[in-house]
């Protein structure tokens, strides 16, 4: 075969079969314990994807972009979110492997595609962790009643994020089993919240909040320049709120509170019984969480007209207080703080076993793939935990917060797109799950992420770009002559 030839000659795409990507996990010394169940991975998504988001995202988009409809917009959300959901259920089923969408493009598009893919989930995750943490501190903060941070000379150090970031490494280095369990605990914690809190505000809904249910368009702010998105910039439109130029804006934007699922996957290879407890365990948690956002911005916008949550300072306790209960500003900050900690966790987890995967094939340093005696990747766990802690205790991150949602897309519209390569290159192969309706499905999820791609602003696309460059200099400089592929006859 053509790609068997490349491999051999060391070309760009040299690919790593299915059959060794498996075979490669029964390695003594870098072998991950097969722990997990089916409800362990919906634990895992659940906690992950539900965050301060549902707290805070709801009200800003319901009063700056689409009022009642929002509801709805989580809705279309989910329904791309459920498109990707599904090419990766296929892959984590096939290829029951740490690495997630590296290890999928690994065995469909070659090594320097894995490389690019690699590279881009180490800048998403660590960023991802990183802002999660100082999101984290500002709520410690807050419930604690003292700064979350203080002045070394000139420079502010966030003790709150570096603290949570030091604990949840010791806690994933102990065992992944261990950390579920933790997850587990905390993630009802923060989902007894998010009922308590729609059960509450049930009794405040007045039906006449809901009218008009899509508001009309008014003329909106695209912003200017760099931090216009990338499609006002190349076709020179203008931008709007409400109407239903609105409630798709709004779709766009909600689609990251969903942002994490993902992560389910790179856990594939600690699965018991991967085939089946994968795909229930990514659909499953994203079917859980979307019930939990349309129930939330459904009462959210039946409490209070969404004209009153206008401005970017407007969260769920909001709406609480316009009816007498600024009590509930607590509890919302509790269950914030709870929801954050289970998202730094798997965020993390998820960093680690890319890194893991990558180190295992070669294109990082080999050492950073040997487990400890708990069967954990204890020595990228540290890498980390380290660079994790740097990011959010002593930098500030800013704007760079939608790097994580261009380096999460980007992931997406390749796991699609390897659904159609593989079934093609390799029908043979055993799936324990299938995407319906192939090509279909995986052609509408990359359309649905490269739309969102596009509504991205152009300066992130351009600091995704200078990521991107800096990691072909590490690949043909180190990567490309240490791959394992590379040094195979």
């Not at 009200?59 to 009642?68: D, E, H, I, K, L």
């Not at 004209?307 to 969260?315: I, P």
């Not at 200078?466 to 990691?471: A, E, I, P």
Request: proline share 3%; with cysteine; aromatic share 10%.
């Amino acid at each position: 075969m053509a790609r068997t030839d490349d491999a051999r000659s060391g070309g760009l795409f040299r690919a790593k079969s299915v059959e060794q990507s498996i075979r490669d996990t029964d390695e003594p010394d870098s072998r991950l314990r097969q722990d997990l169940t089916a409800w362990d991975l919906i634990v895992f998504g659940v906690a992950v994807v539900i965050g301060a988001g549902i707290f805070t995202l709801t009200a800003r988009t319901a009063g700056n972009v689409a009022g009642p409809s929002v509801s709805l917009a989580f809705v279309f959300a989910a329904i791309a979110c459920a498109l990707a959901a599904l090419c990766y259920a296929e892959f984590a089923s096939t290829v029951p492997v740490a690495g997630s969408a590296y290890t999928y493009s690994f065995a469909t598009f070659g090594e320097f595609v894995a490389w690019i893919i690699g590279w881009d989930l180490i800048l998403e995750f660590a960023l991802a962790s990183a802002v999660v943490a100082k999101g984290w501190s500002l709520y410690l903060g807050e419930v604690m009643g003292v700064p979350s941070t203080f002045m070394i000379g000139s420079a502010k150090v966030d003790w709150g994020s570096v603290l949570i970031v030091l604990a949840i490494g010791v806690l994933l280095a102990t065992g992944t089993k261990l950390s579920s369990r933790v997850s587990l605990v905390i993630t009802s914690i923060k989902i007894a919240v998010v009922l308590f809190v729609v059960a509450l505000g049930a009794f405040y809904i007045r039906t006449e909040n809901y009218s008009p249910y899509i508001p009309p368009s008014q003329p909106g702010d695209t912003g200017e320049g760099l931090h216009q998105s990338l499609f006002s910039y190349l076709t020179g439109a203008g931008g709007s709120t409400f109407g239903w130029y609105g409630l798709l804006a709004a779709a766009s934007l909600v689609f990251f509170a969903f942002i994490g699922f993902d992560v389910v996957a790179t856990t594939a290879e600690e699965t018991r019984n991967p085939q089946k407890a994968v795909p229930i365990g990514i659909l499953g948690s994203l079917a859980i969480v979307t019930v939990l956002y349309v129930a939330v911005s459904l009462v959210l916008t039946g409490m209070v007209s969404y004209t009153e949550l206008e401005g970017d300072e407007s969260n769920l306790a909001t709406a609480f207080a316009l009816n007498g209960m600024g009590w509930a500003k607590n509890l919302i900050a509790i269950g914030a703080l709870a929801g954050l900690t289970t998202v730094v966790m798997v965020l993390m987890l998820g960093q680690t076993r890319v890194l893991f995967a990558m180190a295992r094939d070669g294109l990082i340093p080999r050492r950073l793939s040997r487990t400890g005696r708990r069967g954990t990747p204890v020595r990228t766990t540290v890498l980390v935990t380290v660079v994790v802690a740097v990011l959010a205790g002593f930098v500030s991150l800013g704007t760079l917060e939608e790097m994580v949602n261009i380096g999460t897309l980007f992931a997406f519209v390749l796991v699609s797109s390897g659904v159609i390569v593989l079934r093609r290159s390799r029908p043979d192969l055993e799936r324990g799950f299938r995407v319906p309706l192939v090509p279909f499905v995986p052609i509408l999820s990359v359309a649905a992420c490269l739309w969102l791609m596009v509504n991205l602003s152009v300066e992130t696309w351009l600091r995704f770009v200078v990521w991107m460059l800096l990691g072909l200099v590490v690949y043909f400089a180190y990567s490309r002559n240490h791959s394992v592929l590379a040094r195979s006859p």
